[in-house]
């Protein structure tokens, strides 16, 4: 089970970090990935980390200005956003595959999804 949180309602140029909080012992095994959905679009790919933490790949738009990071002792994956801009306002969901993708297809636990709102 994937909880997401830290949500919420930022203005332009601000950060915000979210947390994803998984359940189980085998959290080190799984990739996360962070994926986002902006009201009447599809849910699109953020970034992944392996189940170390040693390697990330992000979506070449938002490189740079979101970061991923996990903490396997804690079960706990983080998205770091700086720099928000309005059009990031979207749910944000984490979610966990034994793969290393972009796809959504390919991940087996999926979070309930956070919001996120930037404004102008």
């Known amino acids: 089970q994937l909880q997401a949180s830290g949500g919420g309602l930022v203005q332009a140029g601000g950060s915000l970090r979210l947390s994803c909080a998984a359940s189980?012992?085998?959290?080190?095994?799984?990739?996360m990935g962070w994926f986002r959905q902006a009201p009447g679009k599809e849910r699109e790919f953020v970034g992944t980390?392996?189940?170390?933490?040693?390697?990330?790949y992000y979506a070449g738009s938002l490189k740079g200005r979101f970061t991923i990071s996990r903490d396997n002792a804690k079960n706990t994956v983080y998205l770091q956003m700086i720099s928000l801009k309005p059009e990031d306002t979207a749910v944000y969901y984490c979610?966990?595959?034994?793969?290393?993708?972009?796809?959504?297809?390919?991940?087996?636990?999926w979070g309930q999804g956070t919001k996120v709102t930037v404004s102008s």
């Open positions: 189980g012992r085998t959290f080190s095994r799984y990739s």
């Open positions: 980390i392996t189940g170390n933490g040693g390697s990330t």
């Open positions: 979610a966990a595959t034994m793969t290393f993708s972009t796809r959504l297809d390919d991940y087996d636990y």
